[in-house]
C-alpha cells in the first residue's frame, strides 16, 4: 500500500487553511500544500499533483463540486481523490458527494489534533478497496 | 507543538474587527451572494475554533444573506442585516483568543 505523504488542502479562508496545515503537516508529518480556491487548485495540482486533496465545499466563484467536477474533466487530475471538508455533511449531502465522485467527507469543525488519523483512514481504506 | 495553534487563533480574533466592517460594507449592498460567501466563511472558522456565540451571529448574516439568495435577490437592501451586524458587533468584542474551544483544549506549555 502506497503511504499517504502528501495532501493539498483547498479553502478559501485564511485562517482554515493555517488550521489545516498544522493540522495534516505540523501534527501528521504530511507534506500539505493548500490553495485559496478551486481555480488555484486546479493550476496548481496540475503543476504537481498531490497524492489526495480535501477540498472546502462553499467557495465562491467556484464550489467544492465546481472543482471537483473539472478535476475529473482534466487527465492529469481526474484520479486524485478527493475529500470534502464541509459543515454541510448529513447523511444526503454526503449521498450527493460521493456520487459526484468524492472519496468521503470530512465534517467541519474539524478536530485539529485527530483530522490527520480521519484522513489517513479514509486513504488506508480507499487503498484496501482498491486492491481487494 | 500547539504554539502555531494559539497565534491562529489570535490572528483570527485580531482581525475580527476589519473582517466586521467588510461585512458591514457588504450588507450595504444588493451582493447577497457575497454576504453569503463572506459570513460562511467567517463562521466556518469561528466554529472550527469552537467560537459558539460568534458562529451564531454570523450564522444569523448567512442565513438571511441565503434567503435573498433564494428569493432571487431582487428584494431590497433588509434593514434587518444592520441589527445582525449590530448585534455581531456587541459579541466579537467580548471575545477574546481564550474563549475559543480549540485554545483551552490545547495543553498548557510547560513554563
Known sequence: MTALRFVACVDDDPHMRQILDVALGEFGALRVVTYDSGAAALAGLAAEPAQLVLLDMLMPHMSGLDTLHAMRSAAALRDIPVVFVTAKADEGDAELYRAAGALAVVSKPIAPHRLHSQVREIWNNANERTAS | ?111
Do not use: N
Request: net charge negative.
Open chain 2, 1 to 111: 507543538m500547539s504554539d502555531r495553534l494559539r497565534q491562529i487563533i489570535e490572528s483570527y480574533c485580531d482581525g475580527l474587527p476589519d473582517e466586521i466592517e467588510r461585512l458591514s460594507a457588504l450588507c450595504q449592498t444588493i451582493d447577497f451572494e457575497q454576504i453569503r460567501f463572506s459570513a460562511h466563511r467567517v463562521k466556518g472558522t469561528a466554529r472550527s475554533l469552537g467560537l459558539e456565540a460568534l458562529q451564531d451571529a454570523l450564522l444569523a448574516i448567512e442565513a438571511r444573506a441565503r434567503a435573498h439568495v433564494e428569493a432571487g435577490g431582487g428584494a431590497p437592501v433588509d434593514e434587518a442585516f444592520a441589527v445582525d451586524i449590530a448585534l455581531l458587533r456587541i459579541v466579537a468584542a467580548g471575545v477574546q483568543p481564550r474563549d475559543s474551544t480549540l485554545w483551552k483544549s490545547i495543553a498548557t506549555p510547560a513554563a
